[in-house]
């Protein structure tokens, strides 16, 4: 899980530190050192064997803890939102790129929530703040597909097409998460935003759903009560 938490919490870091041109193909010469070999990084680290990770503040903690669990389905939310956009650029659709920010606010999420409040110096928090403005930016969004779809008079069932469907298997993965940011919200370890955050874009992967399914000219299921 550390290096879970590197990605979402210190990848400016690793930047600055220069890994990634560490990383870089050794374009110049293909015959490369042992040296040159030593210094690639490992995608292993070994330091969650026996049960524990670290957070972003160097506390470590057992994995099952509720930090980790919120970042790992964070983390499965964002996976789900790829795999839809993947879809939905086969697709043609116009929201892609709102998918792809989506994934890269949701890497602030991780990071956000990989900062305990309780472990946390100002540097930390500095590091990680978490903005509202993405929830207003989610509901500017929301508004404006609404706006096209015809209104919503029944229950429908995830349908509409791969990319639709793709989107509210997404829509119940945000909605897990958001049920396992909550209690570490609830302790003051993590920033309200991120919760609200959260639940807004459960709303707006109900409505992009809906918005693919009509745009692909795919009907929605409606939900029958069964006979």
Known sequence: MSVFVTKYAGLHR???LG??????????DERS???????????????????????????????????FEALG????????????????????????????????VLQDVGSNIATPRSSARDSHIKKTKFSSQTVIELESWIDSFTEE??????FILPSGGKSSAALHVARAVCRRAERCVAPVVRSGETDPEVA?????????LFTVARYAAMKEGNGETIYRRPE
């Open 14 to 16: 690793v930047l600055r």
């Open 19 to 28: 890994s990634i041109k560490q990383m870089q193909p050794l374009c110049r």
């Open 33 to 67: 050192t042992s040296e040159e070999n030593r210094r690639i990084p490992k995608i292993y680290t070994k330091t969650g064997d026996k049960g524990f990770s670290s957070t972003f503040t160097g506390e470590r903690r057992p994995k099952e803890d509720h930090i």
């Open 73 to 104: 389905t964070t983390d499965e939310l964002s996976s789900a939102v790829g795999l839809a956009r993947e879809f939905s650029i086969d697709s043609g659709h116009s929201f892609t790129d709102q998918l792809e920010k989506i994934q890269c």
């Open 149 to 154: 779809l015809p209104p919503l008079t029944n």
């Open 196 to 204: 609200k955050y959260l639940n807004r874009l459960s709303d707006y």
